[in-house]
């Protein structure tokens, strides 16, 4: 059975980890490049939460993550990753997060176990602890016959897998997904949601965006609406239902229609 | 659409992608078209000026030729037909390993023997089209000095650049069958960078066993050169009596060619599909890499600079990239030899030439290790501070430079300690001129688009080359005339400035 697969329906039991200690707030952020992609957002993700980010193409998703992750420079804006403010300090906001992008970014010619090492060694993690956890991560994956095999010959699938062991092997307490499921076959994502359900049931906060819907109506807690660049509804499954009046509606029809909203609002 | 409709389809593609690769490569792809044919005119009309200086004087050259001059031309027409071989060879390694439309291509209805045979006729037009351009200069010089009986001279170009892509192609299809498509691409691409460099270092080596001079001029006019060579009729004179104009051997020679080129295009073209079947079977095959035994403790920059020693170890490309630059050491390192055991005040010429060598190589590293980052999300959301990682990366192209100098450096120490002080001196001071421009000029790029990072700033490539030159320059007058070593070092560390002032980083 793939790790952590039960645990994905039962979103329940952990609303005892969740604290009201913040994973990440921010505040007024924006961005502008010829036009405004992020547009004063205000976000709180709460720790030990599953949180999926979701909007139309262009909508400011992956420019919002890329500031927190450090990897932007916000025009405008306040950014707390657990409680650590990530403009002021980036190195400390960094110690504590992972970042996971679309398009695995990984050195073709270093195995698996390699590429680890490094990112291991980047976070300063102890060889004693990262080996071990190291191995373990990839074979959960499904990457145990490839440990020392060249990552050049990799599908796009298999490349992502090293790239989200790459993110977890220093046990990050927030991890930043911009659409992980992204050219990953069936066992392939459910090894992926499998292994990040494991990580929220240990009180690690997750945020992805996602363009799967369904899998953000089973996996998170809550779900973020982002529309040209802001946030246009946000809340559990069943508070979303409720704000948009339609009850027996599902995450598809309610997305359609929050999108064409915010973009009416723009 | 019909067999021979589609060909001529086929053919006008590939001239438009060699067209639009051209352009790229010429403006980095950024700008106008119209702007690039306006500066290309101009660089070439620029480019007359030194051509006057290196061949004006042999304009007045009139048949018949005695055979030092003959040896000469034909040695000049050797090395242009070794780079235009060196450049093919590339050239045909890329149709096998990196078009992107191989699958669309081998996938598609057409007849695999002629859309190759297309291919094939591409590569040799490209080649052949981008000597004309260079020889241009040259020619035009030997035209206005000497007559329009020089314009045969491009019909010799013509010629060697069509049986140059032939050679090419016959040598990597024939590589690819002995060895294998997994090592073809290492050794094409070494061939190519010792074909290109090989003929003028090996004139080198000879002058420096019997004359003691880098010269290769020294050879080739010797006597002992011309009671070796053939007698005025031999074929060996063709290119060059058909270059001074003699129009029946041109015509010979060209038609040479052609029968070459397509005599490899019928022999070749149906294994071109094989071949590339092959090699994109063969890129699918996973490689295995020695098992670690354990993971590595340290520091976070120890961590940076052990992944970056570990890629350069594991890029057999870049390996045969840098080896043109390490081959032109072999001369200096032979002359060093030599001089242990006479006093030649020919060594002070090594000073320069290791030091210009140590720039251009730093700058190839400092590229590839600064701007070729292809897990740049992954370094840039580490806990470690943008300057220290710069910082661990530079170390690293330090420390490669210093592998490979130091030793030539210590060698140089037992004939001169002064000189090799000041080499010392000169090759850090290039590494580090070429490191800190590649850090004003950073772009973040995969490593695969090493070939382009020229391309991507033609100022950076302007100013690392001027640097690399005049550090070279101030070494060799540090080591023979101080006082202008001065001079030259200011002047050098003003273009150094005036390329901080105008870079992006800066801005």
Known sequence: MVPGENALLRKRDRSAIMTDVSALEVRGLTKRFDRPAVDALDLTVRAGEFYALLGPNGAGKTTTLRMVAGLLR?????????????LADPVAAKQVMAWVSDEPMIYDKLTPLEYLEFVAGLWGIDPAVSQPSAHELLVSLGLGPHLHERCEGFSKGMRQKVALAGALVHDPRLIILDEPL???????????????????????????????????????????VIAAGRLVAEGTLAELRVQNGRTDTSLEDMFIALVDAGAVAA | MSASAALSWFARHEVRLAWREWLAMMTGGRAKRKRAIIGLVIFAAIMHLPAWAVIGRFADLQPPLDKPTLIVITATI????????????????????????LDLIMSSPAPLTNVFSVRIAAIALSVTGMALLLSTPFVDVLVIGGGVRWLSAFGVVIAIGLSAAAVAIAITVMLFRLIGPARTRLVAQILAAIIGAGF????????????????????????????????????????????VGDGEVLALLIAFSLVLLGGVMAIFSSKFADTVAHVSATSMTPRRAPRASAFRGGSRQQALRAKELLLLRRDPWLVSQSLMQL???????????????????????????IVMAAGQLAGGLAWLTISGEDAADLVATAPLPPQRVVRAKIEVVLLVIGI????????????????AAITAIGVIVATTSAAAIQLWFRVQARRSQFRRRQTSSRLATFAEAFCSIGWAATAALAVSIPIAAVISGAITAAILAATWKISPRRA
């Open chain 1, 74 to 86: 916000p025009d405008a804006g306040s950014v707390l990753i657990s409680g650590i403010d990530a």
């Open chain 1, 182 to 224: 992204t050219g990953l076959d069936a066992l392939s994502a459910r090894h992926v949601k499998g292994l990040l359900g494991d990580r929220v049931r240990a009180g690690c906060t997750v945020i992805m965006t996602t363009h799967i819907l369904e899998v953000a109506e089973r996996m998170a807690d809550r779900i973020g």
């Open chain 2, 78 to 101: 050797f090395l242009a037909w070794a780079l235009m071989l060196s450049q093919a060879i590339e050239s045909v390694t890329r149709v096998f390993y990196a078009r992107a439309d």
């Open chain 2, 200 to 243: 003028v270092i090996a004139l080198q080596v000879a002058a420096i066993f019997s004359y003691g001079t880098l010269s290769r001029f020294t050879v080739l006019t010797s006597d002992a050169a011309s009671a070796y060579a053939p007698g005025p009729d031999s074929p060996l004179w063709w290119p060059a009596r058909a270059a």
């Open chain 2, 327 to 353: 081959l032109y050491l072999v001369p200096p390192a032979l002359m060093l030899w030599r001089s242990f055991s006479d006093s030649s005040t020919a060594i002070v010429l090594i000073t320069p030439v």
């Open chain 2, 404 to 419: 490979i100098f130091a030793p030539l450096i210590a060698a140089l120490a037992f004939a001169s300690v002064p000189q």
